[in-house]
């Protein structure tokens, strides 16, 4: 049993986090139940089922409740709007794809929960994630491995932690999967045990489409869509709308179907092209971030990427070229969109990532 040991939980009130404070306290941690308060919660109702709800934050308090631990409310949404918000506002303009919830992990959920851990005399800090942390003695490091299930694993989302960062946090779920965090819960009447997992992005609960609509406004303006040759094929409805490789909702009717494949803010349009003009054997990688590699270990290094979450992985190769980071493929993919985020792998372990430039 662990003794003395102060621990921090985000508690999201889903079944995750509520079976990771349940194993913490089993193994003798001293938690501390904490739900961040990222956004207002506007009333919207939403077609899918986002975290940070009002229901959320009820359901967690019952949960540390039942576990009997102190629960707390912090707010961290001017944070949230700033680093996270603002961003996700800003890709969008310029016709890239973001990943809201990426940089959330870094700057909030992990980044302003340490702080407010040690502030409070804490010594770690955990979290309901898919993920373990393996610590590296030649490199002296803190790194990403994946966990034991490999359908929920969710290194890719974590990546942009720190070796310090990942020094002070604990992932429960680590060596458990989906199903049986599950039947924990239900054995241990943990009222989470069936509540549906969160999806969609939490400070956009009626859609990423109206929230956008919602708060460019007169930014939005009707444009052409084209093709590579430059013929109008039809209108779009503001270019902030869409995204490299969208299909669907293009209202274009031409007997075969067209993917996004360029968007132009400054000409406010849209080029589309076949499903082929999407394959890249090359892209460059900007904004990144590596746990453990130092810069010459770079150049030349064997990896597995995946540049969306649910890609399961292209072997490649890293180039360092004029102070710039390229990424060369062993074969071409289509999963590759401008603003996405790319993260690189050794076997099991988070190397590092990006974000496709």
Not at 61 to 90: A, S
Not at 327 to 345: D, P, T
């Amino acid at each position: 049993m662990i003794k003395n040991e102060k621990i921090v939980i985000g508690m999201s009130g889903g079944v995750d986090s509520s079976v990771a404070a349940f194993l913490l306290k089993e193994q003798g941690y001293e938690v501390i139940g904490v739900t961040i308060k990222l956004w207002e919660n506007s009333g919207l109702e939403s077609k899918e089922k986002v975290c940070c709800s009002l229901e959320d934050v009820y359901d967690a308090k019952r949960i540390c409740d039942k576990l009997d631990i102190p629960h707390y409310t912090v707010n961290f949404k001017n944070d949230f709007q700033k680093e996270v918000i603002d961003y996700f506002i800003t890709e969008y303009r310029l016709g890239n794809t973001p990943s809201p919830c990426i940089m959330c992990n870094e700057k909030i959920k992990f980044g302003k929960l340490l702080e407010f851990a040690k502030s409070i005399g804490a010594d770690y800090i955990a979290s309901g994630h898919y993920s373990k942390v393996k610590y590296l003695e030649k490199q002296n490091k803190y790194v990403l491995e994946k966990g034991v299930d490999e359908k929920k694993d969710q290194t890719y989302m974590l990546y942009r932690l720190s070796s310090e960062q990942l020094k002070y946090c604990k992932f429960p779920l680590e060596n458990y999967k989906k199903d049986e965090i599950r039947e924990i819960a239900k054995n241990n009447n943990l009222i989470t045990y069936n509540k549906k997992d969160s999806q969609g992005i939490c400070f956009a609960p009626e859609g990423y489409y109206k929230f956008l609509e919602n708060n460019l406004k007169n930014e939005i303006s009707k444009g052409n869509i084209k093709d590579e040759n430059g013929e109008i094929l039809g209108e779009h409805n503001g270019y902030q709308l869409y995204t490299i490789g969208q299909r669907r909702n293009l209202g274009l009717n031409l007997g075969k179907p067209y993917f996004i494949i360029d968007i132009l803010p400054d000409k406010n349009e849209i080029i589309v092209g076949k499903f082929e003009k999407l394959f890249k054997k090359e892209v460059e990688v900007i904004n990144y971030k590596f746990i453990y590699l130092s810069e010459n270990e770079i150049d030349g290094k064997a990896v597995i990427a995946r540049p969306r979450f649910s890609s399961k992985g292209h072997i490649a190769k890293l180039k360092k070229e004029g102070g710039r980071l390229f990424l060369i493929y062993e074969s071409e993919n289509a999963e590759n969109s401008r603003g996405q985020h790319i993260v690189f792998y050794d076997k099991n372990l988070v190397i590092g990532g990006g974000i496709i430039f």
